[in-house]
């Protein structure tokens, strides 16, 4: 991709003390020929508030931080103004690690945001299919004809709409824990760690994508869609070893 131009504007604000950290970012970025072909352009803003409580004094149990970011990414393009494809609201991040012992650790992740815009299908429309072969005989090549299967009938296709039903609808919220023990048994300065993690134990079924298909219908003359949740990750336990030297 081609170099992106773009404007920023930041007005940083921080405050820090010995253990806690607050920080807030406002951003606002133009960018412009982005879409290589057309004249489209686009603008981004928002701002993040982060959190954190690290390099605690000795004997704090708790500590982690936490990050908040509202952003809004808009795209002129066909004629049209409608939300970039990674366009998030709200995204909410939150690490926090529980010491029991200077042996055992508890930690966790919690990740909730906006799901990401997307073209929903409107419906079913018959396929369309270049006639470079002319298979209708009327000396025409460059136009388009329905799809027939073998067997003449009609082949469907997903309808995706005009420009106008681009990035109308939303992903469902994205939302994800995760969570992993470690145990070093000789302290934090031991060489030896060991530590058990399960990746979404709450087993949430997200959506990263909805794939449309096409599925009989027997109550119609044409297929119905059928929209499948895409890019989740299952409940995922792993375990692990780290050693320094
Ligand atoms: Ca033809």
Same mark, same amino acid.
Request: one cysteine or more; aromatic letters at 10%.
């Given at each position: 991709?081609?170099?992106?131009?773009?404007?920023?504007?930041?007005?940083?604000?921080?405050?820090?003390?010995?253990?806690?950290?607050?920080?807030?970012?406002?951003?606002?970025?133009?960018?412009?020929?982005?879409?290589?072909?057309?004249?489209?352009?686009?603008?981004?803003?928002?701002?993040?508030?982060?959190?954190?409580?690290?390099?605690?004094?000795?004997?704090?149990?708790?500590?982690?931080?936490?990050?908040?970011?509202?952003?809004?990414?808009?795209?002129?393009?066909?004629?049209?103004?409608?939300?970039?494809?990674?366009?998030?609201?709200?995204?909410?991040?939150?690490?926090?690690?529980?010491?029991?012992?200077?042996?055992?650790?508890?930690?966790?992740?919690?990740? %909730?945001?906006?799901?990401?815009?997307?073209?929903?299908?409107?419906? %079913?429309?018959?396929?369309?299919?270049?006639?470079?072969?002319?298979?209708?005989?009327?000396? %025409?090549?460059?136009?388009?004809?329905?799809?027939?299967?073998?067997?003449?009938?009609? %082949?469907?296709?997903?309808?995706?709409?005009?420009?106008?039903?681009?990035?109308?609808?939303?992903?469902?919220?994205?939302?994800?824990?995760?969570?992993?023990?470690?145990?070093?048994?000789?302290?934090?300065?031991?060489?030896?760690?060991?530590?058990?993690?399960?990746?979404?134990?709450?087993?949430?079924?997200?959506?990263?994508?909805?794939?449309?298909?096409?599925?009989?219908?027997?109550?119609?003359?044409?297929?119905?869609?059928?929209?499948?949740?895409?890019?989740?990750?299952?409940?995922?336990?792993?375990?692990?070893?780290?050693?320094?030297?």
């Amino acid at each position: 991709m081609q170099e992106v131009p773009y404007d920023v504007r930041v007005l940083h604000v921080e405050i820090a003390t010995a253990h806690r950290h607050v920080m807030a970012t406002p951003h606002y970025k133009r960018v412009s020929n982005l879409l290589i072909g057309n004249d489209g352009r686009g603008r981004a803003y928002g701002f993040g508030v982060f959190v954190s409580r690290t390099g605690a004094p000795a004997g704090t149990r708790v500590t982690g931080w936490a990050s908040y970011t509202w952003g809004k990414t808009i795209r002129d393009a066909y004629g049209r103004r409608y939300d970039f494809d990674y366009d998030r609201r709200h995204a909410f991040t939150m690490v926090a690690t529980y010491c029991f012992t200077p042996r055992w650790e508890l930690a966790s992740t919690t990740r %909730v945001a906006s799901g990401f815009p997307r073209t929903a299908p409107l419906g %079913v429309r018959v396929a369309a299919v270049d006639d470079t072969l002319d298979s209708d005989g009327d000396g %025409v090549t460059d136009e388009l004809l329905p799809g027939q299967d073998a067997a003449g009938r009609l %082949v469907y296709a997903v309808d995706f709409g005009s420009a106008g039903n681009l990035n109308q609808a939303r992903l469902p919220e994205f939302a994800r824990v995760d969570v992993r023990a470690t145990w070093r048994p000789r302290g934090a300065a031991g060489r030896w760690e060991f530590h058990a993690e399960i990746i979404n134990p709450l087993n949430r079924k997200n959506a990263g994508a909805f794939e449309p298909r096409l599925a009989f219908d027997p109550a119609s003359d044409r297929p119905r869609i059928v929209e499948e949740r895409d890019q989740s990750i299952p409940r995922l336990p792993t375990i692990g070893v780290r050693s320094r030297f």
